[in-house]
């Protein structure tokens, strides 16, 4: 059917891409226009096209599906979908309808769906018929008015709602036969199901909202254009929708709303350098980085940058003087276009506010897009020059909150009647809370890095260092080499752990989230957290940081500990890498008094700041003797 609707309409596309390039020659702003149709002609293959079955692209889509299974079958990675949600789809809406308004809409659309979930998923499962058991549904299951159920059958039809199960897991365009049949594609579903069905929810709650909101908005306000400017007749009065314009317009606006909150993964909407099969694989969850850095970009160019500028409303004006419309009727649109304009600065301001407000209530101040590029750069310049090469901004800033910006509030909570020791460490719970996010902290749940906006954060992922140039860049390449080089170097990993009899350790590196997960919330409830060399990170866990931990979300604390080893390890390795470098250079340079004494006076400095990692003369001489030895065997 998905091929035969191709054939069908292709020539019709193709037709419609050159009837645009005449139409828009005579319009102005042409070139904008312009790059409209470029785009779509260059996504055009990928549009007609049928599924590639190269072997690269079937060995791409293989790996891609395992990736996917091995990485985000945790029940964490669909609560996460849920959290991105509520940070990015909801201030989206607020900011257009207010964001009292949106969340009474969208608890309201929460609660329909979990008033299906007796009847869909429970009974079927008590009555032991657990191949009927469905999820719940707003759209399938809800009892909702004729208009609701006419919108949400629209969405239903229009594959709105099952976009990500459809496109992203089965590809229902390209092999609609396999969708129903075999064991695999069970297995897929299955395997797949809560992560999709949180996609799901998403779009439910987000489509079925705007959708209420926008009907109720256009069925009170007149036609309009697109610059705002209203429709009126020929006395001068507004046109109101029609029910049925009202209906469409608001479907639109849902589907708009949801696609740039939510975004559009289908193969035909996905950026077009993603979809070959190599990038397809190093981008496979770079999708999110993409949507997230648009949706801050774009709301941020909105505070300071309407769609269209006051100039073009000037254009606007002469167009119609030269139409010769009457200058009372000229000052009228002027203004009405001139109040969307100034609309959309404030619903860019409302959208950004809310974005940035629920990230920081989520991950803290560590999760503003402005953390890396900003504070990071501000705390570093303002660093001591001595310290710059060790000197970890993330860690101080961390501290910092704790202690001086939580000190802030400790008199305060003395105000409240607190003791001292109570109020020093609500203080500090508030400062951490600044930094890493009053849920993460209220949850002792590891969110920061799950809902970052930095940029840093969406596109980079930390190294491991090694004091070898070239190892170092190979450990960047693999580490931003995408998920799966990653689960290829997760294997090979778990080969190490089993060959060193740390079983258990290799079966949480090759196993699947959702066995892997609950296998390390159980090695940390009897073992206590520890290194692969046995070295304690953190004990004494909770039923409820087992339980996090088993669903996929890291405790805090562990990850603060982890985070601190990997620290620690690092400055170690830099501080003896850089001891190497100065004996080198008094090993070259052993013959050269001038050479010799200005090493010398570098080791005594090292010696002075890094008394831990002092060479003393025994171990200078011992050096050299080594090295003229090693030099002896080799030109023998």
Known sequence: AYQQSRFKFAEKFVNNLTTAREYIKDLPNSDVYDDYIKEVEKRAPTILSNEDTSMGAVVAGKLSDATFYFMLSAPFSAMLNLLGAAAITMPYIGGRYGYTKTNAYMLRNMGRYMATMPKRTLAPGLKGQILQMQFPSIVEGSKLSPLLQRAANRFVEDNDINISQTNDIMDMGGRPSELYTGRYNTVKRVIAGLFHQSERLNREIALMSVFELAYEKFSKEPKKDLRGVIQRDAAGNPVPNTPDEAFELAILEAKDIAGLSLGDFTRQMKPRYFTPPLPSLIAKFKQYSVLATYVVARNFYYTVAAPFRKAEIEQFRQQMIADGVAPNIIDQRIAEADAQRRETYKEGRRRLAGILGVTFLLGGAEAMPFFTLGLGTLIKAMANDDDDEFFDWENWFKNYAETELGGYFVSLYKSFGMKEEEAKKAGRKTGEAIARGPVAVATGGSLTERVSLDPVDLWFRDARFSPDTREEVVNTIIANAGPVVGLMVNMAEGVELMQNGQYQRAFERMAPAIASKPATAYRIATEDARTKSGIKLADNFSAWEIAMQAVGLQPERLAQAQKASIEATTKDQKIKDKKARIMDRMWMERENN???????????????????????????????????????????
């Open 594 to 636: 001038e050479g010799f004494r200005d090493a010398m006076d570098d080791l005594i400095k090292f010696n002075s700041k890094y008394p831990d990692y002092a060479s003393k003369p025994e171990d200078v001489r011992a050096s050299f003797k080594k090295r003229a030895t090693d030099q002896a065997i080799a030109e023998s």
